[in-house]
């Protein structure tokens, strides 16, 4: 009778919160995620060197040139921020240190990565854009690999 | 490895006077030791802290959480090197590095059951 009071009070006690953290609450990966957006980055990047100037005084030419361009801008810049996103949560939540004694370049493929989001964002750079899905290419084949998983390289476009 | 004793009389009444204090293990990192939900007494006042007791301590990259884990070892500096007893799926020092002794909050002294 008492123990059962006893235990009755100590569910009423104060209760704190202690977290067994694991590894990412669903531990569900996947580098196609930074692929979609390094896609679409190149995709506008693309698009935008090719959108050609309305000559002439037409201002509603001129108003559609500035809303497309702009829209096209907005997208590569999102897209950029996305891949950017994504890329540093495999890098940080994925990769552990073992991964890095077996693939000791994985620290510098993300960081410069993560540099050609920021440089796809600001620029207009068929060149960096380029060379963002060459390095989101590695990424995919060091994380199938680590996964022991022989998972083909293909893109969307 | 350490087992956590089953609390007593004394550390349930520990609980209710405020010396020791009640906390809700969430989520599965300690598996096999502590599941979900499982309930924990822990000294804040507890004194050395040995390779293999069970702790509880800052998140060293979180502002307000707790985490659980087991001292795997104590470096040169002093920090503790904190993992989950399920290694496979916690989230521990292998990623943020050995924690310092003002990280530690206290020491599970008791399970509820």
Redesign the interface.
Known sequence: MIKKILDKLIELAPTNVAHAHCDGPCGVYDPSSTRIPAEAVLSMTKKILALEAPGGDDAEAKAKYANTMSRFILIKEEQAQKAKDEALILWTDYFKPEHLEKYPDLTDIFWKTAKLCSSCKQEVSLEHAEDLMAHVKKIHEMFWESKGKDVPWMTAS | MKEIPTAT?QD??S??FGKL???????????PT?R?GD??F?NKKFGKIEVGDIV?AK?PLEIV?????RVERINEHGAYFLV?D?P?????S??YGAVAKDYIRGKVVAR?S
């Open positions: 009389v349930k009444l609980v209710l204090h009640k906390y809700v293990v969430e989520n599965n990192s300690m598996l502590l979900d309930v924990v822990v509880i998140h959480n707790e985490v659980i884990k989950g399920n496979n799926d916690s989230e521990d292998r990623h509820m």
